[in-house]
């Protein structure tokens, strides 16, 4: 792991570059809409649920921040918590909306924490790590979803109920074989010179419920904007937003682009339903995804305007 100063240099650089890819594709969602279109989108939520909505997107980027947390006690290394903060609502923000989370929010961890001492070979930890934080708490969401989600979400292609069951199924096992690794499998794993241990059980535990709460908390923002158009149990929305969410991720489609449209349109079918899901989901993609990069482009310019004037990493 010990990079040249150009890699360095570059990997550094490339946090950068997927910001402004981020920024693209967030632009290359909404601009396919009219400036009307999502102005009626967000003026015809009453205030109250925008205010709901705002502030379930609030706390589920807190609970992402601390899957950096979680990743520092991993390594057993501490920072600042302002440090971990906006490392994690940059880099969340940032591979929410360009996808290929590890690259691209790895890319801008590697830009913050390599200033703060956190070597190369940690900083690959923490990724991971935060990885199966993602992986494990997506494992218990989806056994939670095949619970609640009704049998029509998905049509009724009977391949498609199988290879949800077959999910399910894959998905008691991994969270299994993962708590009985954090219990009993105490042997380093070593890949290309960075050895990876198991977490212990309790830090386990609080991998699968926070990234629990971060898949519940955009599920909110969703279901805010939504609920007051139509009316939707909220078990049967989390069934389905905890698959469509899951799905999403593990297509690599920015923002899951398509997976939501997919799911909710079996689930409210329709063409006025269709026509207020179009209204909310362009507010949740302005909610969840739009205002939280633009406010960690401003974090990251303030940021790093003051690090350039004071020539120094803050501490």
């Known amino acids: 792991m010990k990079a040249s100063a150009f890699f360095n240099k570059l990997v550094s650089w490339l946090g950068l570059f997927f910001f402004v890819l981020a920024a693209y594709m967030i632009y290359r969602q909404l601009s396919k809409y009219s400036l009307a279109e999502l102005k009626s989108a967000l003026l015809a939520i009453p205030k109250e649920n925008l205010f709901w909505a705002v502030g379930a997107s609030f706390i589920g980027y807190v609970a992402l921040s601390t899957y950096d947390y979680l990743a520092l006690k991993y390594i057993k290394k501490k920072l600042a918590a302002w440090k971990w903060i906006l490392t994690g609502f940059v880099g969340f923000s940032v591979s929410n909306n360009a996808g290929h989370a590890i690259v691209s929010g790895g890319a801008v961890r590697y830009r913050f924490y390599s200033r703060w001492g956190i070597t190369p070979a940690n900083i690959v930890k923490m990724v991971t790590f935060s990885g199966f934080t993602y992986l494990v708490a997506c494992f218990f969401l989806i056994i939670i979803g095949y619970v609640l989600t ?43 010179g960075v050895d990876f241990k198991m977490p212990d059980f309790k830090l386990a535990l609080e991998q699968i419920f926070i990234g629990s709460i971060d898949i519940v908390m955009a599920s909110l923002v969703l279901y805010s904007v939504l609920i007051s158009f139509v009316e939707i149990d909220f078990v049967t929305f989390m069934g389905a937003f905890i698959i469509a969410q899951v799905l999403g991720v593990y297509s690599q489609v920015p ?4 997976v939501f449209e997919l799911v909710f349109s079996n689930i409210l079918p329709g063409q006025d339903n269709q026509a207020i899901l179009f209204g909310a989901l362009i507010a949740y993609r302005i909610i969840y995804y739009l205002l939280p990069l633009i406010l960690s482009g401003i974090v990251l310019v303030i940021y790093e305007y003051f690090r350039s004037r004071k020539n120094i990493d803050l501490a």
């Open 150 to 192: 009704p049998e029509h979400a998905f049509g009724g292609n009977d391949s498609t109920k199988v290879s949800t069951l077959i999910t399910m199924i894959l998905s008691v096992i991994g969270i299994l074989i993962y708590l009985w690794g954090s219990l009993n499998y105490k042997k380093a794993i070593v890949i290309k």
């Open 255 to 258: 923002g899951g682009l398509g």
